[in-house]
Each structure stands twice: as structure tokens, then as C-alpha cells.
């Protein structure tokens, strides 16, 4: 069993730059917060399942991907939570991580949850498996592989009480996988072992690298909202400039290091692709440009362009923290 890439969503570590950067009580921030929250959970799910599948010992010759973004011909792109791969099978799981008592519904389909006594209706994850598998088997015939995926969503979530669930026994607790792949060992070989790895080769190539960043933009924020400079850490207040290595924050009484490489991040994550030196210096409340070179050189940002036209960018093999 080998398993390839699972990457933290970048929509978990930009949200919580992009919610420190909205004014208190907005209704933008708690809508952002939520947001975050949905997000978190779902994630938490699928470590959940890949805990439990590592624990699983599968063949050697069973691949498993996580997380994988591909788009077809003619731009349409689709995510995939989960996807094994075995010389008997491909199969395609979709990760659900919701508590509360669960009724499927048709015509049209939806799920409706009852969380103590708080009744939502959602999108249902079962037509939303069903698109993927189709995306999927279009994006293999594309390449040439013939091959019809099977689906299942994973409940992760061990405080559901499904009630109804849908009429096509698409839906699994955990637990269940291992019954599941037992099952399906007997099915006959659909691929070799090179096959396989000509496939994997090939996601890896087409995977698209999705991108939400620069937030303000993705969501469309106005700028002018959005708290610039560095932010305490503890109550997200904009902070003074005391020294070129010192800030002040005056609701905590402290003094704050300066991290001009923090608040940089956020400047990627929330508010643009590139900067210039004079963005860098309003963007940090520095006096002078000679500050802002300071603050771009120790960050290790990227030049792009050159004299009036000089940019930076973040470098694209560093990782956001
Ligand atoms: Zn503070």
C-alpha cells in the first residue's frame, strides 16, 4: 500500500488570516468564521479515514491519493477526496464528517439534518458523488482508460444517526471499508502493476493547483475594510511602531516583536499576488522605503520586473505557515 499527498487546504490557513484582518463584529467575520469551521471539520474527517486506511495493511500493490484537483477538456475541474487504487479496482470515496440525525432525501435530493432540535438542509452528497465519478471516468477516457469507477461517501462521523439513508446504499460508516475492499478482491483484474503506476504518473502530471489566494479577491472584500500593518497576535489589533523591532499593542499593554515575515504572509494570503516597495511600506506603516527593502529582503520575497516596474512575489517554493 503506498500513499500519495494529502495537502492542508489553503482555505484553513488563509481564513484565519483573512477573519484576523476584518474589524470585530462584522458580519463578514463571523460569516468567515463559520465558514472556517465547516472547513475544519470536513478536514478533520479525512485524517480520520486516512488514519483508520493506513491502519488497514492493504496489499502492497494498492494505491491510495488524497485530495486530488483535476480538470477535463474545456476547463471544468473536480475534486476528489480519496481515491484507491487496486488491479481489480477504482474506487472513488467521498468524505463526510457531519454529526446529527441525517434524513436523505429524493426529488430532488437533499440532506436534511437535525442537530439538537436545529434543522438544516444541505447539498446532497450523494449527487455530488455522482458527478464526481462521472468527471472522473471522463477525465480516464480522455487518457484511454476504460474503466468504470465505483463510489461510496464515508460517513467519519461517529455522532450520525443516519435515519433515511439514499436509495442506492451509496453511504458507509468507516468501519465498513475493510468489508468493502474484502468484497471487491474478487472481482477480476482490470489493470496490472504498470498500468497503475502509468495512472498515477498521470494524475500527478494533470493535478491543478488550486489556488483561493489572494482572498480579498477570491471573495471579493473591499480593501477598505480589511485591517493593514501587523496585527497582535493575541487580539488582532493593529499595532504601533515603537522601533524597527518593537510594536506596541494598546489594548493588551504589550509590546509585540516585529515580524515583518508574518505580516507579509497575510499581505499574499489576503491582499495580492505581487507588492512594490512603496505598497510594502503603507502596507507595514514604515517611514521610509529603505525600511520596506529591509522588510522585503529578510522575508525572502521573490523579484519579478525591473527598475520602476520592480515587483515582488512570494516565493513559490515556500510553504505558507
Ligand atoms: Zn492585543
Redesign the pocket.
Known amino acids: 500500500m503506498e500513499i500519495h499527498f494529502r495537502d492542508k487546504p489553503r482555505m484553513l490557513i488563509g481564513l484565519p488570516r483573512l477573519v484576523a484582518r476584518l474589524p470585530v463584529n462584522s458580519v463578514e467575520r463571523e460569516e468567515f468564521e463559520q465558514r472556517y469551521q465547516r472547513i475544519q471539520v470536513g478536514y478533520s474527517g479525512e485524517l480520520k479515514v486516512d488514519d483508520f486506511l493506513e491502519s488497514l495493511n492493504l496489499p502492497s500493490s494498492t494505491r491510495i491519493l488524497k485530495n486530488i484537483e483535476l480538470s477535463l477538456e474545456g476547463g471544468q475541474s473536480f475534486q476528489i477526496d480519496l481515491l484507491v487504487i487496486s488491479e481489480k479496482y477504482i474506487l472513488l470515496f467521498e468524505v463526510k464528517n457531519i454529526a446529527g440525525e441525517l434524513t436523505f432525501e429524493s426529488n430532488p435530493n437533499q440532506l436534511v439534518r437535525n442537530l439538537q432540535g436545529r434543522v438544516t438542509k444541505m447539498d446532497c452528497p450523494v449527487t455530488q458523488l455522482l458527478n464526481t465519478k462521472s468527471y472522473l471516468e471522463r477525465w480516464l477516457k480522455q487518457r484511454g482508460y476504460s474503466i468504470s469507477v465505483m463510489s461510496k461517501i464515508i460517513w467519519a462521523n461517529q455522532q450520525a444517526f443516519i435515519k433515511v439513508a439514499p436509495e442506492n446504499a451509496s453511504v458507509i460508516f468507516m468501519k465498513e471499508i475493510p468489508l468493502l475492499l474484502k468484497a471487491l478482491e474478487s472481482y477480476p483484474e482490470i489493470m496490472n502493476l504498470k498500468d497503475i503506476e502509468h495512472l498515477i504518473e498521470s494524475i500527478k502530471r494533470h493535478q491543478v493547483v488550486y489556488n483561493p489566494f489572494p482572498l480579498r479577491e477570491y471573495f471579493r472584500i473591499n480593501e477598505a475594510i480589511l485591517k493593514k500593518n501587523q496585527l ?1 497576535p ?4 493593529t499595532l504601533h511602531y515603537v522601533n524597527h523591532k518593537t510594536r506596541f ?1 494598546s ?2 499593554q ?1 509590546n509585540v516583536k516585529t515580524d515583518y515575515e508574518g505580516a507579509l504572509q497575510d499581505w499574499f494570503i489576503v491582499f495580492g499576488r505581487t507588492i512594490t516597495s512603496k505598497e510594502c511600506q503603507e502596507f507595514l506603516g514604515l517611514s521610509n522605503r529603505h525600511q520596506a527593502k529591509y522588510a522585503i529582503r529578510t522575508t525572502g520575497l521573490k523579484k519579478v520586473g525591473k527598475s520602476v516596474a520592480t515587483k515582488y512575489i512570494w516565493p513559490p517554493d515556500k510553504p505558507f505557515k
Open positions: 497582535c493575541t487580539c488582532h489589533l499593542c489594548n493588551c504589550v
